[in-house]
């Protein structure tokens, strides 16, 4: 069995917001599995333990650019959050964008094949980690072109959204982006919901409904039900517009004579995981090595 430890446990922890034994437990439980634990806790803690969804360790700036029938969003990270407001590192983030818009590069790797002031864009971020002292680099881009509308909202510099809607009012695409940035949809409409996001919540929502103890009939349904509704949760059309949760963003648009296409989200470090020091072991780690000198 994977020994649990207590850099596990207070990862776990700032991950879900749950007890500090229930953590153990579910890793426990879970044999170490950081994922599987997780899901664990919200089968016993129901949505308690989701909080880990808006949360994030990696540090970096989100920046957006539209220039015509074109926009981007482009992340890049650094090692913290000093760098982050760094106004060198911001410069060079927003000049990438731009690069995004006007060149449409397939990937990172030709964007960093792109020429940016006389040098290619790599050669000018080695140049600025050198000047920092710090690593840099370039995540990841989302790119729209489109006869249609383009709306970008940023908040702060660690969220940010790209909408492509219709519409005669500019300010419908600038209420979406804010309503995105504020509610995080997975997907225009429950339908485009991906399949192993659904697959995850009917598990999850299986293994509450059998440790209820009524009949098949009645647990598949509420299984159904559970689905059902994390399908209009996530998906932007069915979720109480922010502005007016008395409508949905699908009424909201009927009303403005509007729709939206497509949207792209980015929180910085989403998905990326940051290397947990345990720095008592490091302080002994370093006593013990002074102690063979």
Known sequence: MAAITASMVAELRAKTDAPMMECKKALTEAEGDMSRAEELLRVKLGNKASKAASRVTAEGIIVSSISGNAGALVELNCETDFVAKNDDFNAFAKQVAELVVAHKPADVAELSALTLNGQTVDAVRLALVGKIGENLSIRRFVRFETTNKLAAYLHGTRIGVLVEYTGADEQVGKDVAMHVAAMKPVSLSASDVPAELIAKERSIAEQKAAESGKPADIVAKMVEGSVQKYLKEVSLLNQPF??????????????????????????????????????????????????QQ
């Open 242 to 291: 922010v502005k007016n949760d008395k409508q949905t963003i699908e009424q909201m648009l009927k009303a403005a004579n509007a729709s939206v296409q497509q949207f792209a989200l980015f929180v910085v470090g989403e998905g990326i995981e940051k290397r947990q020091d345990d720095f008592a072991a490091e302080v002994a780690a370093q006593v013990a090595a002074a102690k």
